[in-house]
């Protein structure tokens, strides 16, 4: 049978670096068949899918001031540029002014409901902006004709960006300090209208099944918004005879938006686990979030280069006995991590969850919330006979309305080539989204954060969703 789960929550705040995945998607696989040994899950991914990138800085920006009861305070607005993994070029403006950005943090994609977007009833706005102004808008001359702003820079086009971005994120009062800039701002506030959240770039669900030797397990649906994606089956899967299929059988090697997949598995097959990947070469739809992996200011994109994107979902199987697949993923609404169990066995798959005992019977499927306090970090160990699994991650669901000043920070670090080329080619490769500011100078935006002290209250319940509260911080458009 099954062995425990333990779970333990880690707290850090600040700038504390952790070695951990802002969203969490991954199989749980551990056999239980008498007479068959546990299967031993393969090291499996935190990040449901889409680009991963690391920070570069702010690379475009003019000046602005925060005005707050301590007295205004002077501060860069502009654009951050990120370098994505497997190659590609991200720029991105900030959408938690309070919080820093961590030199050289690891960003994942990211949906809005698992960051502060999720409550916030103006981020369709902040799309709505994001699209019809700069670096979308690149000619500037006709950016400046419809805002009615005189002459724009690259500079004061991105200042002006992102202070009306900030308005509606953080619902602060905060002004460009140059005049076309503000006027860019107060055009795009009061222009503003709701936009739908953009579709992810690439995305399998679930990214856990399960189910017998010698069944289809699936499916996993494909989520893109890529023309099409390269579909790779299991590392070993000359030797193990498991195959990637459609739902007749017939094998897959590439796939687009909706098409499903199945883990073919040997009749023979002894229990275990196997993953698939798939991964396209696209740009990220304008507006998808990007959280960080650690502790790091929460971004929203603004312009994507052709840059690399993947997924991958794990399949696990037995003969007999309880099958169980488990997920895990924020819940900014609730609070905490919900933790999805599946059991596609033939007894009931009973667990230890937080030191509770849990059991999903045979063909059943239950989701637990494990709560987690805003900006903390989390730490959840899954082991069984021969089997460990850890899954980690920041709860960064809530701006930080009053967290104290923002500091300037600045360094002298050049922009990192991308992928294959060189610093010019980084940012030649946006020029669909427009150029980049040549300053070799990175600005980020920090904080003095406020440090929560007290002992990890630890408690597990079952998932029960309600209606999704509203940020009162953001205002309406005028």
């Known amino acids: 049978m099954f062995s425990a789960i333990s779970a333990s929550l880690v707290r850090r705040r600040g700038a504390a670096r952790l070695g951990a995945a802002a969203v969490v998607s991954a199989l749980v696989a551990m056999g239980s068949l008498a007479g068959g040994g546990a299967a031993v899950a393969d090291e499996v991914p935190q990040h449901q899918g889409g680009a991963t990138a690391t920070l570069d800085g702010l690379r475009t920006y003019d000046g602005a001031v925060l005005h707050a009861d301590g007295g205004d305070q002077q501060l860069p607005a502009g654009l951050f540029e990120m370098t994505v993994d497997g190659g590609g070029s991200l720029k991105t403006y900030c959408i938690d002014i309070h919080n820093p950005t961590q030199d050289q943090a690891t960003y994942q994609e990211t949906p809005w409901d698992q960051t502060s977007l999720g409550a916030n009833r103006n981020a369709g706005k902040i ?28 500079k004061t086009a991105a200042a002006g960006t992102q202070v009306a971005i900030w308005r509606y994120s953080d619902g602060v009062d905060v002004d460009a300090t ?6 860019l701002a107060d055009w795009l506030e009061k222009s503003a209208r709701t936009s739908a959240e953009p579709r992810a770039s690439l995305t399998l ?27 790779t089956p299991p590392a070993d899967a000359a030797a193990s005879g498991i195959r990637i299929t459609d739902k007749e059988g017939t094998p897959v090697s590439s796939a687009v938006n909706g098409t499903e997949l199945y883990f073919d598995v040997p009749e023979g097959a002894s229990s275990g686990t196997a993953s698939l990947g798939v991964q396209a070469t696209t740009s990220v739809p304008v507006g998808r979030a990007f959280a960080g992996v650690t502790k790091s200011q929460t971004q929203i994109l603004a312009g994507s280069s052709d840059s690399t994107v993947s997924s991958t979902a794990t ?43 849990h059991s999903v019977a045979a063909g059943g499927s239950e989701t637990f919330t494990v709560p987690v306090g805003e900006d903390e970090a989390y730490d959840f160990t899954v082991t069984a006979a021969g089997f460990t699994q850890n899954f980690k991650g920041v709860l960064d669901c809530v701006t930080t309305s009053d967290a104290g000043p923002v500091t300037q920070q600045a360094s002298s670090r050049p922009l990192p080539a991308a992928a294959g080329g060189s610093s010019e080619g980084a940012t030649d490769n946006l020029a669909a989204t427009g150029s980049s500011s040549a300053t070799p100078m990175i600005a980020g935006v920090a904080i003095a954060l406020v440090v929560l002290g007290g002992a990890a209250v630890f408690l597990v319940r079952k998932k029960q969703t309600p209606e999704a509260p509203e940020d009162s911080s953001a205002p309406e458009a005028p």
């Open 127 to 154: 799309r709505w902006i994001l699209e019809r102004s700069y670096p979308q808008i690149d000619n500037l001359s006709d950016l400046a004709r419809s805002a009615g702003t005189g002459a724009l820079t690259e």
């Open 178 to 183: 140059d005049p076309q800039a503000e006027k």
């Open 205 to 231: 669900e679930p990214g856990a099944v399960s189910g017998r030797a010698g069944e289809k397990l699936g499916p996993v649906t494909v989520r893109t918004d890529a023309a099409g994606v390269t579909v």
């Open 315 to 357: 399949a696990n199987w037995a003969k007999q006995g309880a099958i169980p697949a488990i997920t895990a993923e924020k819940n900014c609404a609730e609070g905490g991590v919900d933790v999805t169990a599946t059991n596609r066995g033939d007894e009931p798959f009973t667990f230890d969850l937080a030191g509770t005992e």
